[in-house]
């Protein structure tokens, strides 16, 4: 009987031993740790990444993201190794959070992903000033300026933008075009015989040799299969396009030298397209964006139908989907939203709730239950605003802020900060 006793004693010592020593992996923590359990090579770091430039902060702001509270740097940057580089990146406001603590009048190198809206972090920004970066910066000069583009042979299909709202100069002169030029991996694709009418140059394609024959030499215009010539339109840039391509080894022969840019020509119903500045500069030419144009990738070229404003409440717990706000008042919400639990098949439904209620902290999480989050919306996309953090403070606080954004929905709206997406409180005090 007595070592039965103990036996149990035994067991029972076990159980809580194990309960005490594993409980910790079932317990939720308060706050994220940053932690990255990879470290990528340098060719990894290269691919992951949308835009990779070096800038000095000159400003920083608080501004909301995803209902979130993050960092905008806003830079002067200068050397730009792969993409397109943005006036602003946002970072994680808190460290816990992988943000990145920069300063201003520092310099950084920064590896940034995202589409409309770049992003870095601490694993991705490297301070030139304290860093010993010079092995980094040489692998990135090698790998943007030496590193060819190697494609297969043949048909395939890639995703481009048809750029027909890019309007080229030449000599101030508005550039003929006999089809819309293409953006395609960030580079620019021109028709080849854009050379021939609008530079005035010899030149001649052998599809045999797949070969382009260029002499800088002025010259009779060559014939070309496109007889319909007029200037680049100045309408939208139309949606990312799926297209048919043919790469076929095209090499340059100028002034009778080989020429092989990293970007390869390739062909788009029966018409060569050439990178336009590579080729551009082996000739000699400076290539340069216009500044007073827009740029030729924001999301929302001027059209016919403006986008309009659009707010939601996107949920910090649970899984349902957003509310879109249909009207906003100075204490209330009506909203719509889809009701998964009562039907087979979600159901749009309406509701009208009281705005603080929307914002009532979680509690124990010491977070709301929704985030504020602002759109602009079109017939084709949506794209996020980043709201200036004294806005979201006002809509939060001031019901007389939240009466006049509720008189904005659903209605264009000019933006002070238009090619950064911002939407500030000045917008609503307009």
Avoid at 31 to 49: F, M, P, Q, R, W
Avoid at 52 to 64: A, F, K, N, P, S
Avoid at 129 to 146: G, H, M, Q, Y
Avoid at 326 to 338: A, E, I, N, P, Q
């Amino acid at each position: 009987m007595m070592k039965i006793l103990v036996y149990v004693r035994v067991l029972l010592a076990l159980i809580l031993l194990f309960t005490v020593s594993f409980s910790g992996f079932f317990t939720i923590p308060n706050a994220i740790a940053c932690s990255k359990g990879h470290v990528n090579t340098l060719e990894e770091d290269y691919l992951v990444a949308n835009a990779i430039y070096t800038g000095t902060v000159t400003q920083l702001d608080e501004i909301y993201l995803n209902g979130r509270l993050m960092k905008q740097m806003t830079l002067n940057f200068d050397n730009v190794y792969k993409g397109k580089p943005q006036t602003t990146l946002v970072t994680s406001f808190d460290s816990d959070q992988c943000g990145v603590d920069v300063k201003i009048g520092s310099r950084y190198l920064f590896y940034a992903s995202g589409k409309h809206h770049l992003y870095t972090s601490v694993f991705t920004t490297f301070d030139m000033i304290r860093s010993k970066e010079s092995e980094r910066i040489s692998w990135l000069e090698k790998r943007a300026a030496n590193a060819p583009i190697i494609h297969v042979l043949g048909e395939q299909k890639i995703t481009a933008y048809v750029a027909s709202r890019l309007n080229l100069a030449f000599d101030g002169k508005p550039a003929l075009l006999s089809s819309p030029a293409l953006i395609y991996n960030n580079v620019t694709y021109v028709p080849l015989d854009f050379l021939s009418h609008s530079l005035k140059l010899q030149t001649h394609w052998n599809p045999q040799e797949a070969t382009i024959d260029i002499s800088t030499s002025k010259g009779n215009e060559v014939e070309s299969e496109t007889s319909n010539w007029q200037s680049s339109p100045a309408n939208a840039i139309n949606a990312p396009t799926h297209l048919l391509i043919k790469y076929q080894n095209i090499h340059f022969i100028v002034n009778g030298s080989k020429y092989q840019p990293n970007e390869e020509p390739f062909i788009l119903h029966k018409q060569v397209y050439i990178p336009l500045r590579a080729l551009a500069e082996k000739l000699g030419l400076e290539v340069f964006w216009a500044q007073d144009l827009t740029s030729v990738d924001h999301p929302f070229p001027n059209g016919e139908k403006p986008p309009v404003l659009e707010l939601k409440f996107s949920v910090n717990f649970g899984m349902e989907a957003d509310y879109i706000v249909d009207t906003l008042t100075k204490t209330s919400v009506t909203y719509r939203y889809f009701d998964y639990q009562h039907t087979k098949k979600p159901e749009t439904k309406q509701q009208t709730s009281s705005f603080e209620s929307m914002l009532k902290m979680v509690e124990g999480q010491g977070i709301p239950a929704n985030r504020v989050r602002l759109f602009l919306k079109d017939a084709s996309q949506e794209v996020e605003l980043k709201i200036a953090g004294n806005l979201m403070k006002a809509i939060e606080s001031d019901p007389s802020y939240r009466q006049k954004l509720g008189s904005l929905l659903g209605k264009p709206i000019s933006l002070s900060n238009k090619d950064t997406l911002l939407i500030t409180l000045t917008d609503l005090q307009k």
